[in-house]
Every structure is written in C-alpha cells, then in structure tokens.
C-alpha cells in the first residue's frame, strides 16, 4: 500500500522552520508561509523552485523564492535542503500549521486550524 507523501498547494499557509549553518555558528528560525506557487525543476532529483510569503519577514521583503532539493518526503512533512546558498547551510522543514506550533513560535490563538489562514492575514497585516 502507497503512503500518501505531503504535498504543497498553492494559496494554501504552512509551518516552515530553517535551521542554518555559517561561520557564526547555528540558527534556527520559524515562520508561517503562505505558498504562492511549486515549480518542479523536472531533473529527478527533487528539485523546485517554492515562491511563498515569508510571514515572518518584515513588509516589503516577505515575497521570497527559494530553489530546494527535497532530502525526506513523509505523509506529514517535507525536509529540504536550499539550493545556491554560498557561505551558509540552509535545511527547511515544511508541515502543516498546527495550534500548538502558531500559539508556542508566534503567541497567536486559533480554535481550529481551519481559522488559522483569517487570523494570520488580519493579525500580520496582510
């Protein structure tokens, strides 16, 4: 039996963590975003390009496009490693927004996750 594999969609919000390597050490950071849109680079190699909204960015520089090589696809989340980066290492996980996750990373309430797309665009201002 095939386990379904997570899959991005557009216009759809998600949970996304980067954790990085440079030469000043670990970073680890979060943000909701908002998928835009997923281009296969057709190579075979799980590469695409994601262009999304960075909610956690400051207005004006939110709208970003990352080229990624997926490492592990599961039924619940995605690792990936960004493509292009020079003098750092960055890995991206990709899952579903969850209550706990807004409410522990972003003090933001939601009832039900189906709330959640409302409250992030009236809360960040979008």
Request: proline share 6%; glycine share 8%; aromatic share 12%.
């Amino acid at each position: 039996m095939m386990i379904p594999r997570f899959t991005l969609s557009p216009g759809a919000w998600y949970a996304m963590e980067f954790h990085i390597s440079n030469s000043e050490g670990y970073e680890h950071w979060t943000s909701p975003i908002k998928v835009y849109s997923v281009v296969p680079k057709g190579t075979g190699a799980g590469i695409f390009d994601l262009a999304f909204l960075h909610a956690a960015y400051p207005a004006g520089v939110r709208d970003k496009v990352y080229t990624l090589r997926t490492l592990l696809r599961t039924g619940d989340y995605i690792i990936a490693e960004r493509l292009g980066e020079k003098d750092r290492q960055m890995s991206v996980i990709l899952f579903d927004l969850q209550p706990e996750w807004l409410k522990l990373h972003f003090n933001i309430e939601v009832l039900n996750i189906e709330e959640a797309p409302r409250i992030l665009e009236s809360t960040l201002g979008f």
